[in-house]
Structures are given as C-alpha cells and as structure tokens.
Nanobody, 125 residues
Framework: QVQLAESGGGLVQAGDSLRLSCVVS????????MGWFRQAPGKDREFVAA????????YYGDFVKGRFAISRDNAKNTVYLQMNSLKPEDTAVYYC??????????????????WGQGTQVTVSS
C-alpha cells in the first residue's frame, strides 16, 4: 500500500518560515517525480512545486517568486518544501503528490496518482 505522510505544518506569523516533509512508503521513491499542491478554503487546488526523480530539476508555481524551495532525499524516501517569507495568502492545506510521469505534477493535479492526507499551514498577519 502506497502511503505519503506529510508533516511540518502549523501556525506561524507573516514573514516566518516552515519546512514541510513528506515520507513515502510502499513504493520505490526514486521512480516518481514528487510535488506539492495546496488548497485554501473556497479555492481550487493549485500547483506549488515539483521535482524530478533525480532532483536535478525543479518547477514552481508563479506565486512562489523565490520564496519556496523543493528538495528530495532519495535515501530517506522524503521530499521537502522549505517555505520562507510566508504570507497570510499562503494559508492552505498542503498536499504531497507522487507520480511516475513528471508532467502530471502540474495544474490542479488531476492526473496525479498518489496523494498524502495534507498538512495545514496557517499564516497570521
């Protein structure tokens, strides 16, 4: 059974940083591209960041503007999302995603095969 377990969310103030982690089990981690999406109340799910199998290439949503960084440790089956300079509009549930086809980790994630349960990030002003 494939499981993606996110952690690291919480309540922070504007300007603070958080690092999200997602540990994958039940599947060969290195065979998948990994990514993060988020969904705020009343809004559609949106793409945040993606990283290729080897970690050599990363992609980001337009709103990130250099504030976030995605990385992975294939030896630990873990993908990370370092979030800096957080804003109240970053408040959302953040979801980890895995898919063997990198192009699926985009848009609203309709074609993503595997999802985590989500972790709440709340940024107060």
């Amino acid at each position: 059974q494939v499981q993606l377990a996110e952690s690291g969310g919480g309540l922070v103030q504007a300007g603070d940083s958080l690092r999200l982690s997602c540990v994958v089990s039940g599947r060969a981690f290195s065979q998948d591209a990994m990514g993060w999406f988020r969904q705020a109340p009343g809004k559609d799910r949106e793409f945040v960041a993606a990283i290729t199998r080897s970690g050599s290439t990363t992609y980001y949503g337009d709103f990130v503007k250099g504030r976030f960084a995605i990385s992975r440790d294939n030896a630990k089956n873990t993908v990370y999302l370092q979030m800096n300079s957080l804003k109240p509009e970053d408040t959302a549930v953040y979801y980890c995603a895995a898919d063997p086809i990198p192009s699926h980790i985009a848009g609203a994630g309709q074609r993503v095969d595997y999802w985590g349960q989500g972790t709440q990030v709340t940024v107060s002003s």
